[in-house]
């Protein structure tokens, strides 16, 4: 793939090589860890049954972390929202959510869960009870239409003015546009939109924000409405797949650059590193297999990209397309920006890659949990790059894991890494039919954190295949006590 381009007087060239490379001071950031972080004990997992044929709605599940509890891997608490068909998808918290020695921690104690499909948006107290949560708001689909004239809601972070900002990937009728929607920090009431309408990008998804840099940066996502009808190959080079990421004027919410990271690369996860100082981070294409490094470039306050990572496709018989994409779904950082992680949905491998100061990861560790190129599958692999035989199921405590790995999320300490298998239930229920019917997993992954390496702990699976209301599809996850997928507030 070509590199990045300019057009239109707004796109910029990729800079390949790193100056303007910054990272915080490591004795400064070593101290924000000196501390011994608390290990996560309980986990809190968005649930859907959309697109599964059962008729119940979405849950959050509280799961018990604590390898001391007779509960252990187990959904202990089930909050049910009033309605169908939500899809909650992505989960973030509400203000004042840092890193972990700011003291932010103690103070999590609302959980935002926007929804993907219904564009409701739902808040939930977590802080009277962390282990049996309770919906304290929820703004209507209709309050977003009218006031921002905004739906399909993703990705939620609190901003340093103690708002919460919630992005969007399209408009109500499904077309696509981007941008973000306002929360209030304290009554979570509806503000209206962030940025300026005329600089709303044609698709959004994810983003991240550095405050110390004043800049944010966000991805570009899907047109809901074509999305929405499944994966089709003809939807390619018409414009359906976004391919943009956008660099913002944090104080003054204005687009200031946008990067053309190849048609139909589908750039979804963006994450900037931990460190308060740090002036660089890493987006993942779903479609291209790339991962791009974009970091602060000698040019005051200019911005710069470069591919730094990238999977290569299968070629493969028996799938909906003769090359298999490597699909990445999620990334998510280590605490002491060491390690990047990464999910390819799928050919079903979880990546951790260190970081290391040339700019340029090294793959020290890589472990499969499903995916489509599975030994005696329907799919056979004609030609791989990486691969000499294609990878055997995986079986956990009796339970055959269908499924790509899709979401992410990692311990405070580094050395447990969680992972579900829900991208997305339309998705879901095209590529992975098994998954629907058989449900969802939470898998846990032991990280060798000093050489790197990736091990399924065979004791640890919960299986939402055998929820109560019949089998559902899982896929945020996020720890009260601090994650690897909190922003870092000045």
């Known amino acids: 793939m070509a590199a990045p381009r300019?057009?239109?007087?707004?796109?910029?060239?990729?800079?390949?090589?790193?100056?303007?490379?910054?990272?915080?001071?490591?004795?400064?950031?070593?101290?924000?860890?000196?501390?011994?972080?608390?290990?996560?004990?309980?986990?809190?997992?968005?649930?859907?049954?959309r697109s599964t044929g059962i008729d119940q709605p979405d849950f959050l599940a509280t799961v018990d972390l604590n390898p001391?509890?007779?509960?252990?891997?187990?959904v202990i608490h089930r909050l049910p929202m009033p309605n169908l068909k939500d899809e909650l998808h992505c989960a973030g918290w509400g203000p004042v959510c840092g890193c972990f020695d700011s003291g932010?921690?103690?103070?999590?104690?609302?959980?935002?869960?926007?929804?993907?499909?219904?564009?409701?948006?739902y808040v939930v107290d977590v802080g009277s009870q962390c282990r049996a949560p309770r919906i304290c708001k929820m703004i209507e689909p209709v309050d977003v239409f009218w006031k921002c004239n905004k739906g399909y809601l993703s990705v939620t972070h609190p901003l340093p003015n103690g708002d919460v900002l919630v992005a969007n990937m399209g408009d109500p009728a499904g077309n696509g546009k981007g941008g973000f929607v306002v929360l209030d920090g304290e009554t979570f009431e509806l503000k209206g939109n962030w940025e300026n309408e005329c600089e709303a990008p044609p698709t959004g998804?994810?983003?991240w924000y550095q405050a110390r840099h004043n800049v944010l940066v966000s991805s570009a996502g899907m047109v809901p409405k074509v999305a929405g009808r499944g994966f089709n190959p003809d939807d390619l080079k018409k414009g359906v797949f976004g391919r943009r990421l956008n660099v913002w004027n944090l104080s003054c919410r204005s687009l200031t650059q946008c990067f053309d990271l190849g048609e139909d690369s589908l750039p979804l996860t963006v994450r900037f590193l931990h460190s308060p100082e740090a002036a660089e981070g890493y987006v993942?294409?779903?479609?291209?297999?790339?991962?791009?490094?974009f970091y602060k470039s000698c040019e005051r306050d200019n911005w710069a990209v470069e591919e730094v990572i990238r999977i290569p496709a299968k070629d493969v018989s028996g799938w909906i397309m003769p090359k298999m994409p490597a699909f990445i779904a999620d990334l998510v950082i280590s605490q002491d920006d060491r390690f990047l992680y990464v999910s390819n949905w799928l050919h079903g491998d979880i990546r951790q890659y260190e970081l290391s100061r040339n700019c340029k990861p090294r793959l020290v560790g890589q472990v499969f949990v499903g995916g489509s190129i599975l030994r005696g599958g329907p799919v056979t692999v004609c030609r791989d790059e990486e691969l000499k035989c294609q990878p055997e199921p995986l079986v956990v405590k009796c339970k055959r894991v269908y499924g790509g790995p899709a979401s992410l999320q990692?311990?405070?300490?580094?050395?447990?890494?969680?992972?579900?298998?829900?991208?997305?239930?339309?998705w879901d229920r095209q590529f992975y039919p098994s998954l629907v019917k058989e449900g969802s997993v939470m898998l846990q992954l032991d990280v060798d954190t000093d050489k790197g390496g990736l091990t399924v702990n065979k004791n640890f699976l919960v299986d939402f295949g055998k929820e109560p209301n019949g089998p559902c599809l899982a896929h945020e996850i996020r720890f009260p006590g601090g994650d690897a997928k909190s922003v870092t507030l000045p």
């Open 6 to 49: 300019k057009s239109g007087g707004s796109f910029r060239r990729a800079v390949r090589s790193s100056p303007g490379s910054v990272r915080g001071s490591p004795a400064r950031f070593e101290r924000a860890f000196v501390s011994p972080a608390p290990r996560e004990e309980v986990a809190y997992v968005t649930c859907t049954y």
């Open 68 to 74: 001391r509890s007779c509960h252990y891997g187990q």
């Open 104 to 121: 932010a921690a103690s103070k999590r104690t609302k959980l935002v869960l926007p929804c993907l499909i219904s564009s409701r948006i």
């Open 205 to 207: 998804y994810d983003f």
């Open 284 to 293: 993942g294409c779903a479609l291209s297999g790339a991962i791009f490094r």
């Open 410 to 426: 990692l311990s405070l300490d580094g050395k447990r890494l969680y992972v579900t298998n829900s991208f997305y239930s339309t």
